[in-house]
Nanobody, 123 residues
Framework: QLQLVESGGGLVQPGGSLRLSCVVS????????IGWLRQAPGKERERVSC????????YYTDSVKARFTISRDNAKNTVYLQMTSLKPEDTAVYYC????????????????WGQGTQVTVSS
């Protein structure tokens, strides 16, 4: 059974930090690029970040550059999204997803999805 499970979301004040984790089971990460996507109420789903299968290439949408860092530990089947300097506009449900593409800087379809974790940035 292929599964991705996110954790680490919660309520944080503006300027605060959170680290999201995505643990994958049922398949190895070695041949999958992994993305983080988010969806806020009433808005389209947005690509936030992704990391290539080997971790040698990363992508960030302009609004999170210099604030978010994606990383992966293939031996632990885990991908992380470290978020700093959080803003209210970062509030959304965050999903991790896997694609059979090795790289993901351009558009790629995602094949497997987690359930999502809520991130709320508010004072």
């Amino acid at each position: 059974q292929l599964q991705l499970v996110e954790s680490g979301g919660g309520l944080v004040q503006p300027g605060g930090s959170l680290r999201l984790s995505c643990v994958v089971s049922g398949f190895t990460l070695d041949y999958y690029a992994i993305g983080w996507l988010r969806q806020a109420p009433g808005k389209e789903r947005e690509r936030v970040s992704c990391i290539s299968s080997k971790g040698d290439s990363t992508y960030y949408t302009d609004s999170v550059k210099a604030r978010f860092t994606i990383s992966r530990d293939n031996a632990k089947n885990t991908v992380y999204l470290q978020m700093t300097s959080l803003k209210p506009e970062d509030t959304a449900v965050y999903y991790c997803a896997a694609t059979r593409h090795l790289y993901c800087a351009g558009y790629v379809p995602y094949d497997y999805w987690g359930q999502g974790t809520q991130v709320t940035v508010s004072s």
